[in-house]
């Protein structure tokens, strides 16, 4: 071999172990995972068409990666130097750049949920509001005043209530209670569906008395194959002209004028609203809490059922009649007798503790 082809394998040798070198230690660069940061986590808001350097840049100032370079080298090894998305990111452990391009590329955004259960009113929900920390209760009231958010389907509505639809919603920190209220509102408006609310607009009192409806029974009942029935029970109601008396609206009444201690008293059975359906016969002006889909979907098709009545069987579940006399027959079975007997019980147990 010449002296000359000797000299140029061994710069080609050199050249290779260099770039092998050079290639395992950028490796080790951006796979190396780096804390940066005090305390328990450190958040990073990227902007909407932010570059890849000036986001190197702030991920390197909020101390999440070790500096811009190996910032930039990760994204290039990553090819994800035009994927990155804006948004704000958590970050509590250590990550190599290469785990924080990958969550940037993901949108792997910082969201906190919180969750409304079916039947839930306003003020209850604006209590959760404050609870999770999104901010005032008040804030959230104030923007489920907004009834002109659905003054295409109910033209009467004052507030938001019924049309905030129970469901677990994903929110950035900063959102604020006028951005929550509004994906609630679109939730209700994709979840009901157009062709439920243009039945629902077909129905005596429209959309408003439908939900209104739904609202009385998602209060009512948690059992799928009670909801037509207590729906069918009201709808009779309705159509003789006979009251409601549905307990749960006199305590909306109540707690609408913060007057409600956790329990209702039988002089509470008159308590002077519209919304107290043992004083005033018909619906409640309104909805008294969110109604859920089947909910909905009982008020639109009640059973067909000669049912007039219904009480609390203690279980869950109810027990249903078509006149006075059964009605109370069942009241003394299922209420009078029963917590009798559990007075007795409780009583006897006291007794055998020697208390």
Sequence with gaps: ??????????????????????????????????????????FIEIPQGLGVN???????????????????????????????KAGEYRFAEAASALQVVERLSKGDVYLRTITFPEGWSIREMAAAF?????????????AARDGSRVSDLDAEATDLEGYL??????????????DLV??????????????????AAQQPGGVRATLTLASLVEKETSKADERPIVAGVYRNRLRIGMGLQCDPTVIYA??????????????DLQYDSPYNTYRYAGLPPGPIASPGRASIEAALAPADVPYLYFVSRNDGAHVFASTL?????????????????KRQRERAERLAQGR
């Design 325 to 341: 006399a059964e009605h109370n027959q069942n009241v003394f079975k299922y209420q009078i007798l029963y917590f009798r007997e």
């Design 54 to 84: 000036a986001i190197a840049s702030r991920l390197a100032s909020a101390g999440i990666v070790r500096d811009p370079w190996t910032f930039r080298i990760a994204a290039w090894y990553a090819g994800a130097g035009r994927s990155l």
């Design 254 to 267: 109540l707690a609408r004028d913060g007057k409600y201690t956790g329990n209702i008293r039988k002089a």
């Design 130 to 142: 404050e609870a999770r920390g999104f901010g005032a209760a008040t804030a959230f009231a104030s």
């Design 1 to 42: 071999m010449s002296r000359l082809l000797r000299f140029v394998l061994v710069l080609l040798i050199l050249a290779a172990s260099t770039a092998v070198v050079g290639r395992g230690y950028l490796l080790g660069r951006v796979e190396t995972p780096y804390r940066g940061f005090d305390g328990d986590e450190a």
């Design 165 to 178: 639809f129970p469901d677990t919603y994903a929110m950035p920190r900063r959102a604020s209670a006028h």
């Design 182 to 199: 509004g994906l609630m509102v679109a939730r209700f408006r994709r979840v009901v569906g157009d062709d439920m609310l243009a039945r």
